[in-house]
Structure formats: C-alpha cells, structure tokens
C-alpha cells in the first residue's frame, strides 16, 4: 500500500492537478484502543461503513493517551481523521483545543442521545460498565460489590485495578462510606481527595496495576490475581469466546462511555462526520452489541439490540437495579489532570 501512495503523490506533483488530500478522500483514519472491543468496531462498523459507502478504513492503535493525539496536533501532522476518546478526556481534549467542536446537525438529534454521551467534542459510542470480575474456580466464595476489592481478609490475595485514578477514586470513597450520590461532591474537596487515597493505601501493596483492556482477562486466567476491576465487554468476550469460567459482578459498577472525536487538523473531517452520522443511527448503533456486550448510546436504539445480548449490558435493566454510579464527565474534565498527577505522584511513593 505505501508504494501506492507514493506513486499517486507522484502524480499530484507532476501534473498539478490532483492534491494529496484529494488521493486520500476515499480513505478514513481511525484510532481506538485495540483488542477485542476494536474487533468488534471493525465487524459492526468499519466493514458495513466500507461496503455501504466505499470508504476504505485504515485502523490504527493506541493506549488511549491523549498526550499522543495532542503531540499530533501540536506538530500540524494529524494522520487520523478520528480517535475514540474515554468520557474522562473529552473535556480535557475540548478545552485544550486538541478536538474538533461537533456540528450535531451533521450527525444526528443530539437528544437522541443517552444524558452525558452527546459532548461538544466528543460524541458516544456505545455505554459500558466498570465491574469487578474473578474466577469462581480460584475464589470460593463470591463477591458481592465491586467494592470488595477493599477487603482482603475476606478476600485474600493480589487484585487488579487500571493504572488511572478515576474510577478508582470513586470506589474508594464508596468503600470508605460515601454514598454514590455524593461521591463526586467529596471528590471535589481536598479532604475528600485525601480520603479516597488513605483507602487505596490500604491495598496498595495488593494491587497488581493494569493499563490495557486486555490484561484483566489474562491476569485472571494466569492466576495472578484473585479478582480485578475491567470493562465488562473485555470479560464477556472472555467468557463467550474464550470459554473462561469468569464471573461479573454489577453491584457498585460504574456506568460510562466510550466516546468518538474528531482531532483539530484531520485531513478528512466531511468523511469524519459521515461515519460519526452513520453509527448513530439507532440501527447501526445497536449492533456492536451483537459482537461485545456494551449498550448502544441512542435512545431509541434499544429495539434493534440482538434479545440474546441484551441481558449481557451493563445498562440492561437488572444491572442497574443495585447501587451503580454513572461517570460525572464534567468532574474528570475540570479536575482530572490535576487527579491524574496526584494519583502519579501516589504510586511513586
């Protein structure tokens, strides 16, 4: 493919009549976080998007770093057309200039979508939960919340948690009392922050840290913890394809979305808009849930979900009938990098 482009950047030279930009039209830049929620982006969407429109989709990977994205723009040389953001950075990202406003009316009803996963840079892709997962072949008694994390009499042994304060934060202060109504309240105060850090002190010498989606399937399955905090599409895909004996544990999890934006500077934004409109469409929409158990973003998409994933959603009806506590985006974009450089300066210690 690279002595494709070569040749056709030739040619735009040589006759004048045909800029780069105009070569690559048919061509989309996309970069998620890989692994098996990229997987089934690409059968969802990058594929039907291809046949549909002709587009050709060119993936890229990343750990979900937004100094990466920022560096691009920075420097003038944005490749990526588009990047899947977490709800934590999107705020982040707008404020500094690294994403694009969206124009909703080239994507769809913005009331359309779930509260919170239609931002001013970023716009959702599907709702997913943060759950505590363990094998119930090593832990013979099962937990209950994910706040059990916090528990190591009970539940002795090494546990996973991602390598990033929010979330961890959260449950923190959860496990210390907080009410989930007023979690974020407490967060907000230097006390409350001092807080939630005394209770990871308790278990910091017990926490294996993870910083990919991937890792808390396979610390599981080597046995290199008893329990760990994850994505609950990254375990189910465990459990459904891998034939893991997992378990996911709701109660206490915590609701957010993966989001999609539009880097200041893409090359391709009318093409970035058109993808943007197409997996809004509530139809569209619904069918990554066909292919990893995370619920669609749309309102009235709920109708389209395939009935045998339904039950597996983290906003199915039954998993959010315990105590939950959906993401405040807002708090992480006005406090999370000030958090961010709190909790690294934690681990250093």
């Given at each position: 493919?690279?002595?494709?482009?070569k040749h056709?950047?030739?040619l735009?030279?040589?006759?004048a009549?045909?800029t780069?930009g105009h070569?690559f039209?048919?061509?989309?830049?996309?970069?998620a976080?890989g692994?098996?929620?990229?997987?089934a982006?690409?059968k969802a969407w990058f594929?039907?998007f291809s046949?549909?429109?002709?587009?050709?989709i060119?993936?890229?990977?990343?750990?979900?770093?937004?100094?990466?994205v920022k560096a691009?723009?920075?420097?003038?040389?944005?490749p990526?057309?588009?990047?899947t953001?977490?709800?934590?950075?999107?705020?982040q990202?707008c404020?500094?200039?690294i994403l694009?406003r969206l124009?909703?009316?080239?994507?769809g009803?913005?009331?359309?979508?779930?509260?919170?996963?239609?931002?001013?840079?970023g716009?959702g892709l599907d709702?997913?939960?943060d759950?505590?997962?363990?094998?119930?072949?090593?832990?013979?008694?099962?937990?209950?919340?994910?706040?059990?994390?916090?528990?190591?009499?009970?539940?002795?042994?090494?546990?996973?948690m991602?390598?990033?304060?929010?979330?961890?934060?959260?449950?923190?202060l959860?496990?210390d009392g907080?009410?989930?109504a007023d979690?974020?309240?407490?967060?907000?105060t230097?006390?409350?922050?001092d807080r939630?850090?005394?209770?990871?002190?308790?278990?910091?010498?017990d926490i294996v840290?993870w910083?990919?989606g991937?890792?808390?399937?396979?610390?599981?399955?080597s046995?290199?913890?008893?329990?760990?905090?994850?994505w609950?599409?990254r375990i189910q895909?465990?459990?459904?394809t891998?034939?893991?004996p997992?378990?996911?544990?709701?109660?206490?999890q915590?609701?957010?979305?993966d989001?999609?934006a539009?880097?200041?500077g893409a090359k391709s934004?009318?093409?970035?808009?058109k993808?943007l409109a197409?997996?809004s469409?509530?139809?569209n929409?619904?069918?990554?849930?066909?292919?990893?158990?995370?619920?669609?973003v749309?309102?009235?998409?709920?109708?389209f979900?395939?009935?045998d994933?339904?039950?597996k959603?983290p906003?199915a009806?039954d998993h959010?009938?315990?105590?939950?506590l959906v993401?405040d985006?807002?708090?992480?974009?006005?406090?999370?990098?000030d958090?961010?450089?709190r909790f690294?300066a934690?681990?250093?210690?």
């Amino acid at each position: 493919m690279k002595h494709v482009r070569k040749h056709i950047i030739a040619l735009a030279a040589a006759t004048a009549c045909m800029t780069v930009g105009h070569a690559f039209a048919d061509e989309l830049s996309i970069m998620a976080s890989g692994g098996a929620w990229q997987d089934a982006q690409r059968k969802a969407w990058f594929e039907p998007f291809s046949k549909d429109t002709g587009v050709k989709i060119l993936e890229q990977e990343y750990l979900g770093d937004l100094g990466k994205v920022k560096a691009m723009v920075d420097t003038g040389n944005v490749p990526i057309d588009l990047v899947t953001v977490e709800t934590a950075t999107v705020l982040q990202g707008c404020d500094a200039g690294i994403l694009e406003r969206l124009d909703y009316s080239k994507i769809g009803p913005r009331d359309k979508f779930i509260e919170g996963s239609a931002l001013d840079c970023g716009v959702g892709l599907d709702a997913y939960g943060d759950i505590l997962a363990y094998d119930p072949t090593v832990l013979k008694e099962a937990p209950t919340s994910v706040l059990d994390l916090f528990d190591t009499t009970k539940f002795p042994g090494k546990r996973a948690m991602r390598k990033f304060p929010a979330q961890n934060l959260e449950w923190a202060l959860m496990a210390d009392g907080v009410a989930p109504a007023d979690v974020y309240k407490v967060l907000a105060t230097p006390e409350g922050v001092d807080r939630a850090f005394k209770k990871l002190d308790t278990i910091k010498k017990d926490i294996v840290w993870w910083d990919a989606g991937a890792q808390p399937a396979q610390l599981l399955a080597s046995k290199e913890v008893v329990m760990t905090t994850a994505w609950n599409g990254r375990i189910q895909n465990a459990i459904d394809t891998d034939g893991k004996p997992f378990k996911i544990v709701w109660n206490n999890q915590i609701l957010e979305y993966d989001m999609i934006a539009i880097p200041k500077g893409a090359k391709s934004p009318d093409l970035a808009y058109k993808y943007l409109a197409y997996i809004s469409e509530p139809k569209n929409n619904a069918k990554l849930a066909s292919y990893i158990t995370y619920g669609p973003v749309r309102t009235d998409a709920a109708s389209f979900v395939a009935p045998d994933a339904l039950p597996k959603l983290p906003n199915a009806p039954d998993h959010l009938s315990g105590a939950y506590l959906v993401a405040d985006t807002e708090f992480w974009g006005d406090y999370g990098e000030d958090l961010v450089k709190r909790f690294n300066a934690w681990l250093a210690q």
